[in-house]
């Protein structure tokens, strides 16, 4: 059922990787967030690969952070988005325009019981911000619950509900409580999401005034080291989060569009409905498009007020993310992540019966995590997975970094992803990780 893959890049005249890493340095600002010893100069990509300069051919398992969830360049999407390019590239919501509706309607369609209001953003961490500041004008209250390791976003608001210490800053806070990160593999409580529940509501008995705005989380926490949270706690915390007044926010930057394989968002896998999600990353392809929906009654307190951004909803990305929830459906993405997926998951854990330095494999669908650990005591690998990382990338495979030591192997390629291409990524761990 796949498109056949017959793509050879073109020939390369650009900007050769040296130049490119020297006008970097020059131009743009200094990270410790940037990959790799050498940096690879993409120039190119089709569907699950990217191209470097010379051609050489990498498989995608990273997807641009989760991003490329079609696949790179995928046919309709850059069809869309050139022909309402052509059309009409930019007029805000405060006119009318066609896309912007069709768009929201069939993103409304996605959604389960009353979340049917839909607001556009253009990154996730707007949709944090957006989605706080609603939590907050709707209670009344200030006060937000996040996990510890979440990220929500960078932004002066958001970067409050991060709980990674890498990504601390001394701004204020403003009323943000981090409770225990219901991690099976890593917390204190193992997968009993009764205690991690019970530990949220010792938070706002003892550490508010009894009140919140507002609780949110990641189904599947991302850049914290791809964890699945303890079954059955958000089910918990949110009828605790509710009897207080507040709201339970969903953050499906990563986890939503059926990545997970078993349901379309994450939080359905914790059978739960929230109040407010939040999207964004493979929602555009790649297109810069995040959004927030809520139901009608949280979003009837943002009529009295402008909720208002110039870009957010914009034609063109409108257009192209209709063309990336059609083709989507289309190709029964769910469904292929759920069936490569498993096979994907059931090849990695066979390989850490071979490899002690695996100590857990964990996700699902096309959502996967593998943490490199030292020891029985569960001592991060740090320094063996930077090398695994670049010998990974010479192999021609391309994984996400994650959990505080960067020792988590992040596999969420672009749904597009083949059983092929599993097995050649589960290969090239096997033979990387035989020679370290
Ligand atoms: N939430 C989650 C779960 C994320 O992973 C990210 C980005 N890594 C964000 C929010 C912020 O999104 P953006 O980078 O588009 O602002």
Same mark, same amino acid.
């Given at each position: 059922?796949?498109?056949?893959?017959?793509?050879?890049?073109?020939?390369?005249? *650009?900007?050769?990787?040296?130049?490119?890493?020297?006008?970097?340095?020059?131009?743009?600002?200094?990270?410790?967030?940037?990959?790799?010893?050498?940096?690879?100069?993409? $120039?190119? =990509?089709?569907?699950?690969?990217? %191209? /470097?300069?010379?051609?050489?051919?990498?498989? #995608?398992?990273?997807?641009?952070? $989760?991003?490329?969830?079609?696949?790179?360049?995928?046919?309709?999407?850059?069809?869309?988005?050139?022909?309402?390019?052509?059309?009409?590239?930019?007029?805000?919501?405060?006119?009318?325009?066609?896309?912007?509706?069709?768009?929201?309607?069939?993103?409304?369609?996605?959604?389960?019981?009353?979340?049917? &209001?839909?607001?556009?953003?253009? +990154?996730?961490?707007?949709?944090?911000?957006?989605?706080?500041?609603?939590?907050?004008?709707?209670?009344?209250?200030? =006060?937000?619950?996040?996990?510890?390791?979440? %990220?929500?976003? =960078?932004?002066?608001?958001?970067?409050?509900?991060?709980?990674?210490?890498?990504?601390?800053?001394?701004?204020?806070?403003?009323?943000?409580?981090?409770?225990?990160?219901?991690?099976?593999?890593?917390? $204190?409580?193992?997968?009993? @999401?009764?205690?991690?529940?019970?530990?949220?509501?010792?938070?706002? /008995?003892?550490?508010? +005034?009894?009140?919140?705005?507002?609780?949110?989380?990641?189904?599947?926490?991302?850049?914290?080291?791809?964890?699945?949270?303890?079954?059955?706690?958000?089910?918990?915390?949110?009828?605790?989060?509710?009897?207080?007044? =507040?709201?339970?926010?969903? #953050?499906? $930057?990563?986890?939503?569009?059926?990545?997970?394989?078993?349901? %379309?968002?994450?939080?359905?896998?914790?059978?739960?409905?929230?109040?407010? &999600?939040?999207?964004?990353?493979?929602?555009?392809?790649?297109?810069?498009?995040?959004?927030?929906?809520?139901?009608?009654?949280? @979003?009837?307190?943002?009529?009295?007020?402008?909720?208002?951004?110039?870009? *957010?909803?914009?034609?063109?990305?409108?257009?192209? *993310?209709? @063309?990336?929830?059609?083709?989507?459906?289309?190709?029964?993405?769910?469904?292929?992540?759920?069936?490569?997926?498993?096979?994907?998951? #059931?090849? !990695?854990?066979?390989?850490?019966?071979?490899?002690?330095?695996?100590?857990?494999?964990?996700?699902?669908?096309?959502?996967?995590?593998?943490?490199?650990? +030292?020891?029985? #005591?569960?001592?991060?690998?740090?320094?063996?997975?930077?090398? !695994?990382?670049?010998?990974?990338?010479?192999?021609?495979?391309?994984?996400?970094? *994650?959990? !505080?030591?960067?020792?988590?192997?992040?596999?969420?390629?672009?749904?597009?992803?083949?059983?092929?291409?599993?097995?050649?990524?589960?290969?090239?761990?096997?033979?990387?990780? +035989?020679?370290?």
């Amino acid at each position: 059922s796949l498109p056949p893959f017959d793509h050879q890049p073109r020939p390369y005249k *650009g900007m050769l990787a040296d130049e490119v890493l020297e006008k970097r340095k020059k131009f743009l600002g200094p990270s410790l967030f940037y990959y790799y010893q050498k940096p690879l100069n993409i $120039v190119e =990509g089709k569907m699950q690969y990217l %191209y /470097d300069e010379t051609g050489k051919r990498y498989l #995608d398992a990273f997807a641009g952070i $989760v991003t490329v969830s079609c696949g790179h360049c995928h046919p309709d999407v850059v069809n869309a988005v050139v022909e309402q390019s052509q059309l009409l590239q930019h007029t805000t919501t405060i006119y009318l325009h066609h896309a912007i509706v069709e768009f929201a309607e069939a993103l409304a369609s996605k959604m389960p019981g009353n979340l049917k &209001v839909v607001y556009f953003v253009n +990154s996730g961490t707007e949709a944090n911000e957006l989605a706080m500041l609603m939590a907050r004008i709707y209670t009344g209250n200030l =006060g937000m619950i996040a996990l510890r390791n979440a %990220y929500h976003g =960078g932004s002066a608001g958001t970067i409050g509900l991060t709980g990674l210490q890498t990504w601390k800053y001394p701004i204020p806070q403003g009323e943000i409580h981090h409770v225990m990160n219901p991690d099976p593999y890593r917390g $204190v409580f193992g997968s009993d @999401a009764a205690r991690y529940a019970k530990e949220v509501e010792d938070h706002i /008995d003892y550490g508010t +005034s009894g009140n919140v705005a507002g609780f949110i989380a990641e189904t599947f926490q991302g850049v914290g080291g791809a964890v699945e949270l303890a079954p059955g706690y958000l089910k918990l915390v949110y009828d605790i989060v509710r009897k207080t007044g =507040g709201v339970c926010i969903a #953050d499906e $930057v990563q986890s939503g569009f059926g990545r997970t394989g078993s349901h %379309y968002w994450g939080f359905e896998t914790q059978g739960v409905i929230p109040d407010i &999600v939040t999207m964004a990353k493979g929602i555009g392809n790649g297109l810069p498009l995040g959004a927030v929906v809520t139901t009608p009654e949280i @979003a009837s307190v943002m009529s009295k007020r402008i909720q208002f951004n110039t870009f *957010g909803g914009n034609p063109v990305c409108s257009a192209g *993310g209709l @063309a990336v929830l059609k083709a989507l459906d289309k190709e029964k993405r769910q469904a292929h992540c759920a069936d490569v997926g498993s096979q994907l998951i #059931d090849r !990695l854990r066979t390989l850490q019966q071979k490899h002690d330095i695996i100590g857990d494999v964990r996700g699902r669908g096309l959502m996967l995590g593998v943490e490199l650990v +030292s020891d029985k #005591d569960k001592t991060p690998a740090k320094a063996e997975a930077a090398v !695994l990382f670049e010998k990974l990338k010479d192999l021609g495979v391309l994984v996400g970094k *994650g959990g !505080l030591h960067g020792n988590v192997f992040r596999i969420k390629p672009p749904m597009c992803f083949t059983k092929q291409d599993a097995d050649f990524l589960v290969d090239a761990l096997d033979y990387a990780i +035989s020679r370290l």
